[in-house]
């Protein structure tokens, strides 16, 4: 993982390695977001662009090995395009850290 530029929302944390990070254009990845050294954001970061083609991502998410609280976290994330032309992004498969 690599840290962003801090700001007043805090610093994003991005995986290097993913081949979503290295796609050029960006397209879509997913980030970890911290403030005051605890991680307080698990986000899917995409682009509009990505959003018109409407795509179905369906993947894992690269888990951390150590979780802050304790409790249900996400294992995966998802784009669905509904027929009214709609989308939902979705954190799914929560388990218990």
Do not use: H
Request: aromatic residues 14%; neutral net charge; charged residues 20%.
């Amino acid at each position: 993982m690599v840290r962003g530029r801090g700001c007043t929302m805090g610093a994003p944390w991005a995986d290097v390695t993913s081949p979503d990070y290295k796609s050029s254009p960006f397209t879509e990845t997913f980030v970890f977001g911290s403030y005051d050294g605890k991680v307080m954001v698990w986000e899917q970061m995409v682009t509009l662009s990505y959003l018109k083609a409407n795509p179905t991502p369906d993947k894992p998410i690269k888990l951390p090995a150590q979780y802050q609280p304790s409790g249900y976290y996400p294992t995966w994330y998802s784009i669905r395009t509904n027929a009214d032309v709609s989308q939902d992004i979705a954190l799914d498969e929560f388990v218990k850290r």
